[in-house]
């Protein structure tokens, strides 16, 4: 028998140990894994099952290949040291993906398993680095950056970084890293790397496609689409830190009503309860929960609430998720995964019966009164230290499967939620992994800055994201972290953020504003502070009627946007998307970092810079662009400078579509 064998329509390699299994998956694409001296495992960390597909398979003597409509793969043997060289090509025959060569003398390898005490390895693999190759995705960094070609990143999550590691070439591919081990990628100029600190196998996904679109399409097959958006995904979401009591939740949008101005979802954020892990509200700040609710509800409006996975040791229920092995585990040491407000450990979000335990308790604490949607923060988790090898979840060590964490948190609310009755489910997290669409995540960047910096790696953040699959996305309008009500300069910075926010997938204003106030409660005790104003009348007359304005442009695109996200349901096509994403043939359109497409028809230039009141903007070639405020039609394939007053932003529409915009902006 030779190096190379067909078994149930895989192609499958073997040598001196090691295994290499490629198996057709979906449309276009290929599921790469390979092992050391052990069976190829078939589960699937995110992959979805797919209907058993035909390949063409060629095998020689030194050589095979296996084809999956567009995508096929050739298989090589290199002589000197028997070593295996995978290349992937698309239907032209053109490379479009490439492992290294073993270099001969070098005795390099295009799949390194490093063996680590217990049976797992540390892997790397390597590919060989295509020059001009472009590289998006990847999920959430906080960087201003657009091609990610030549970074660095690392493969786990932390409070404003998700991992989601899949990404499109600007070569004609995608590629999906399927593992949910912590690593990094390094996207270099020589090689791109790979690396899990530990694993079983190594395991990736590839397809090819004619468009990003296309490829877009085939992993949402591959991986799941999001739901169906409810309606009150589409409207303004109000929201700071903190409503701290009930009183103040009702007086907030008594005013919205008062002033007739539209609220779909009014928040209530973290420590409503007595202790982290209570999942309750407290009495003492909520004493009648469900009459709350039923007057928000009266207003049109729903209830949201913050949930934390962590579980203080003074928790109502912490001793009984500890004997029953419901909270993750520390390795060595004391048992505190993050301090604040007390010693915090956290739910194992990873293991069904800690999912029905804490549903249960959320279901009659909060849905039973009627809340429909929430907020499930901390979701990455966030350990005090990220020290990620430090633990263990029901699913294994947190080094080789720490980055499914905040999919099982979004799975444990949906699919409650779903036992319920509920029709779509929407559900906002601050982190998210591949398959997290199916679950109803919609995801927000975490505690960023208030600064014009973080405003603009807002801008990428979100496209990356869409790209990676996670369509629903959302920012803290004007930012989390330090942003002074009265100050002027914050004014203009939330204003401008409040503009882009009205052409995010949600639109939800949030912060921790100053000056704080200090809360204690009836014993004594500090409780958790609430910030300053921050409701739309908060920050000046000049602000006031600039931020109704773009509410009321929010409500008039409900249509438009109701069918975004019934494509990304269908298609999994993002919201906010890459202007290359509509305009693939424009190469201008690959480098463009500070603006996008809202959908197929709607361009967006944010205001991102301090005292700006004009911007250079870029329209793609192939259409025609009609600034929605003052009706002008510009061609496109040139740069245009154009005037940003404070109460407008740059918005193009394609070929004059969507006028009902024209003279609102």
Known sequence: MGFFEKRDNCLIFRENGETVQLTPWGEDSLRVQAAILSDIDPACAALLPQPPREAEITIGEWEASIRNGKLRADLRVEPWGRALQITYRNEKGEVLLREISNGGA??????????LPGGAFQLKVSFEASPGEKIYGMGQYQQERMDLKGCNLELAHRNSQASVPFYISSLGYGFLWHNPAIGEVHFGANTTQWEAVATRQMDYWITAGDTPAQIEAHYAQATGTAPEMPEYGLGFWQCKLRYYNQEQVLSIAREYKKRNIPVDVLIIDYYHWPRCGDWRFDPEYFPDPAAMIRELREMGIHAMVSIWPQVDTRSENYEEMKQQGLLVKSNAGVDVQMLFHGNNVFMDATNPRT???????????????????????????????????????????????????????????????????????????????????RYGALVWSGDIMSNYEDFRKQICAGIH??????????????????????????????????QFGAFCPVMRLHGSRVPHTPIVNAAGEVREQTGADNEVWSFGEEAYPILVKFI????????????????AHEQGHPLMRALFYEFPD??????????????????????????????????????????????KVYEGGATYTVEAPLDTLPIFLRDGRQDYLVGMI
């Open 586 to 631: 424009d190469p201008a359109c690959w480098d463009v970092t500070d603006a996008y497409m809202f959908g197929p028809d709607i361009l967006v230039a944010p205001v991102c810079h301090k005292g700006a009141r004009a911007r250079e903007i870029y329209l793609p070639a192939g259409a025609s662009w009609t600034h929605a405020g003052t009706g």
């Open 552 to 567: 009321g442009i929010r409500e008039r695109m409900r249509d438009y946007t109701r069918e975004l996200m019934r494509q």
């Open 355 to 437: 999912r029905a335990y804490v549903w249960q308790k959320c279901k009659q604490n909060y849905a039973d009164l009627g809340i429909e949607t929430f907020w499930l923060d901390e979701a990455e988790p966030e350990y005090g230290t990220y020290d990620f090898d430090s633990y263990r979840y029901h699913a294994g060590p947190v080094a080789e499967v720490g980055n499914i964490y905040p999919r099982e948190y979004a799975r444990l609310f949906y699919e409650g939620l779903k036992e319920m009755g509920q029709g779509p489910v929407v559900n906002l997290l601050r982190c998210a992994w591949v398959g997290s669409q």
């Open 106 to 115: 070098l005795a390099l390898k295009a799949r390194k398993f490093k063996p």
């Open 465 to 498: 994201m869409g790209l990676s699959g996670i369509p629903w996305w959302t920012t803290d309008i004007g930012g989390f972290h330090a942003g002074e009500t009265a100050n002027p300069d914050f004014r203009e910075l939330l204003v401008r953020w409040f």
